[in-house]
């Protein structure tokens, strides 16, 4: 099996960790400070006979008004349609407009869409994820949601799995 994976999601909710956890080395730049990374990164895995090459997008941002927000939304917006699987990466605690943003870019989506839920180790609770949760979950039937700690490198086994069944 090969194939491209894009990773996408509003900036800090740990989608650079994911990537550098699920490569085992350190490719894109993490940082509390939000457009850390400003092109899309890639990063090949392989195991065996399987190759995964993954996207890691530099978010979607609000302000499309200055131009490298604009550059950057189109960045994020090229990978989701040019891949084999959209993995959508959440924080359990907290949904803020940014997510919104992305949720309604995925609409209508063809690609196969996996819905990471990330910072499952946070126990501070920010905010209700349920009812966003479901309303993605009835947007996109046949999305996969798969809850992470791409910190602590949680579940990562089974996300790569669901991954791996649409390539
Ligand atoms: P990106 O902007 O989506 O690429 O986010 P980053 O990967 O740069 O991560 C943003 C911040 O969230 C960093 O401080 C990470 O250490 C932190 N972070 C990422 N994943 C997790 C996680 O699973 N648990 C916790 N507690 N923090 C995380
Ligand atoms: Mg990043």
Redesign the pocket.
Known sequence: RCGYVAIV??????????L?HLLGQKL?????K?Q??RHNMLGIKTEGQNQIIFV?TP?LHADADKAINRYMNRAAASAARDVDVVVF?VERTRWTEGDQLVADRLRGLKTPLVIAV?????LEDKGELLPQLLALAEQHPRAEIVP?????G?NLDALEKVIMQHL
Do not use: E, F
Request: hydrophobic fraction near 25%; aromatic fraction near 0%; avoid cysteine.
């Open positions: 999601g509003r900036p800090n909710v740990g989608k650079s960790t994911l550098n894109a730049i993490t940082s509390r939000p850390t990374t890691d978010g990466v990330n910072k499952v180790d946070q992470i700690s791409a910190l602590r949680t």
